[in-house]
Each structure stands twice: as structure tokens, then as C-alpha cells.
């Protein structure tokens, strides 16, 4: 009897071999293997493939035209940061005003960017290596740089989930819902900002109606001036009192980028509804959360602002998917 059992015991062996496997591949795909879906820049002579979940194509740009195109943003940009007034804390040309200001609230550290910009144009967004992908990811001092913003904060994270709504820079890269309760921010052609839910509309909808950018981390905490979280109203499992990264309008092209500091003993950090109380009392109109934790990360003229920490003994960055910035 005894005999059998040992037999039966061997047998299932190869099943819990190949169930290990199975389940680190699963933890593999899932965080770490990257996977690129989209190249987004395109450069004279350069072919840039775009894909979604249901189609692929590549379109080639004749060398003339690029020519014109690049002829004309050299111009743009030229003429439009001329002459820049810079300060450790602030930045002024014609186009883009912008004042960080550090605040102390609930015993936590919090850095606001105030933001005003001619042209919605300049409230842009940018992937980790240029890449539209899953697990593509870089520091985002490092994505700021390669796209010579001025200010940036981390994302919305989007690779480290397989669905929500992506739309960055007026391009749709993924209409898969979350679920249709899910709380999405669209920034729409006029500057404005708008809470949506994927189960009242489509990510193409969005699109058709002049969304520019739409991130699917969330939730909303602030709209039509009162705020709309909980105070029980968590992320996920995350602790209560957490770095926090927030984007908010006060009116259009009038905002603030929010980076608050945490899990330290200098800095508590704050719960979702604690960062909304603090915004609500700048005035803010629309507040949005964004990926918090160790990626809260703020970067200023290439200089990091805040602290970004995971595990709160040591001040380090995170690699994200992408940034929101202000630049040309």
C-alpha cells in the first residue's frame, strides 16, 4: 500500500513541474518580459508602425514632406522658446508659465507645479523608449530628457495592465475596457478636462470628440469643483498614506501637477481623499490620480523635485511607462 502511494506520488511530479513553469512564465509575461506594440517617432525617411489590439499597419512619410514638417516645428519651436525666464522654481516664455511651489500637509511634503500654456499643445505625454508596449519602461527623469520637457511627472503606468483606455498626443493605442466603471481622465482639444467612465463611451468615441489624452489609472478625485473620492476610497491594495501623483485643472490650460512624498520618516504621505482635501483647497476644478507609490516622481528642467521611494530608505526612481510633461 505504502508502495503505491510512493508511485502515485512520483507520478504527479511532472504535472507540478510543468504548473511551476506555467505560473512563472505567467509572473515573467505579466512584470518583467517587454513587449513592444508601437514606435511613435517618425524621422525623415523612417517608416513608424502603429498597432492596437485589431490592426497593424505601417505608413511611409515621402522625404519631402518630412522636410516641410521638420522645416516648420524647428521653426515653431524656435520661435516659440525664445528667450526663456528660468529660475530654480519657475519658467516663462510666450507660451508656457510655470511656479513650483512646496507645500506641508498632513505631515507629508507635497510639490505643486502651477502651469498656464497658450495652446493645449503643450500639455503633452510620452512613452518609456519611445515605445507604445507592456513592460517597456525607463526612469522618468530619463523619458523627460528624451523629449526635452521642461516640467514631467510619471503616468498613468498603462503597461503594467492589459486593458484601459490609452490615447496620448490625439493617437489611439488601446480601446480595451477595464471595466465599465472605470474612471477615466480625457484632456480634450479646447484644453478642458473631463472624468469619463468606459462603460458610457469608447475609447474611439473619445477620440471622435477631440481627446488628446486619456489615462485610465484613477480614480477621479475632484470634479466640477467637489470632491467625488471617499474617505475609505483606496487604490488596489496600496497602504493608506502613499506617495501620490495628481493632474488638475483649475480652468483650460490653467493647471497643476501634483507630486506629494511619502513613506519616510520626513514625509507620512497622503490617502486619496487627504490629496483631494489638499486640492480642493487650491481651487482646482478636476483632479485626477495617477500612478502613485514609487513611481510619484516630479522632474523640473532635468532636475529631480520630490523624493520617489518604494521602500522608504532610499531615494530612487522608479521605472515607469510613461510621463505627462509641458514642452515643445
Excluded: W
Aim: negative net charge.
Amino acid at each position: 500500500m505504502k508502495k503505491g502511494n510512493k508511485k502515485r506520488r512520483m507520478f504527479h511530479i511532472p504535472d507540478c513541474v510543468l504548473i511551476l513553469g506555467l505560473s512563472v512564465f505567467v509572473l515573467l509575461d505579466s512584470f518583467v518580459i517587454a513587449r513592444a506594440y508601437d514606435t511613435v517617432p517618425v524621422t525623415e525617411g523612417e517608416t513608424a508602425l502603429k498597432s492596437s489590439s485589431n490592426y497593424v499597419y505601417a505608413t511611409e512619410y515621402e522625404d519631402e514632406e518630412s522636410e516641410e514638417v521638420s522645416e516648420s516645428s524647428e521653426a515653431e519651436t524656435d520661435a516659440s522658446s525664445s528667450d526663456p525666464v528660468i529660475t530654480d522654481t519657475s519658467y516663462e516664455d510666450e507660451n508656457i508659465s510655470i511656479e513650483i511651489e512646496e507645500y506641508r500637509y498632513e505631515d507629508t511634503t507635497i510639490y505643486v507645479a502651477d502651469v498656464e500654456v497658450s495652446s493645449v499643445e503643450y500639455l503633452r505625454s510620452a512613452f518609456a523608449n519611445a515605445t507604445y508596449g507592456k513592460n517597456v519602461t525607463a526612469a522618468t527623469s530619463d523619458i523627460a530628457d528624451s523629449v526635452d520637457a521642461i516640467l514631467a511627472i510619471n503616468g498613468d503606468y498603462y503597461g503594467a495592465r492589459n486593458s484601459g483606455y490609452v490615447i496620448r498626443n490625439g493617437e489611439l493605442y488601446r480601446e480595451s475596457s477595464s471595466g465599465d466603471s472605470t474612471e477615466d481622465l480625457a484632456v480634450m482639444s479646447d484644453g478642458s478636462f473631463e472624468i469619463v467612465t468606459e462603460g458610457a463611451t469608447t475609447a474611439s468615441e473619445l477620440l471622435e470628440a477631440g481627446a488628446l489624452q486619456v489615462y485610465s489609472f484613477g480614480p477621479a478625485l475632484i470634479e466640477d469643483g467637489e470632491i467625488v473620492v471617499g474617505e475609505d476610497d483606496e487604490v488596489g491594495k496600496a497602504m493608506a498614506s502613499n506617495p501620490r501623483t495628481a493632474i488638475c485643472e483649475i480652468s483650460p490650460l490653467h493647471y497643476l501637477l501634483v507630486v506629494s512624498d511619502g513613506r519616510t520618516d520626513e514625509s507620512e504621505g497622503l490617502s486619496l481623499y487627504q490629496m483631494a482635501e489638499f486640492l480642493e483647497s487650491l481651487g482646482v476644478e478636476t483632479a485626477y490620480n495617477l500612478d502613485g507609490g514609487g513611481s510619484s516622481t516630479m522632474v523640473f528642467n532635468g532636475e529631480l523635485v520630490n523624493n520617489p521611494t518604494t521602500s522608504g530608505r532610499s531615494v530612487k526612481e522608479r521605472s515607469v511607462s510613461d510621463i505627462v510633461y509641458i514642452g515643445y
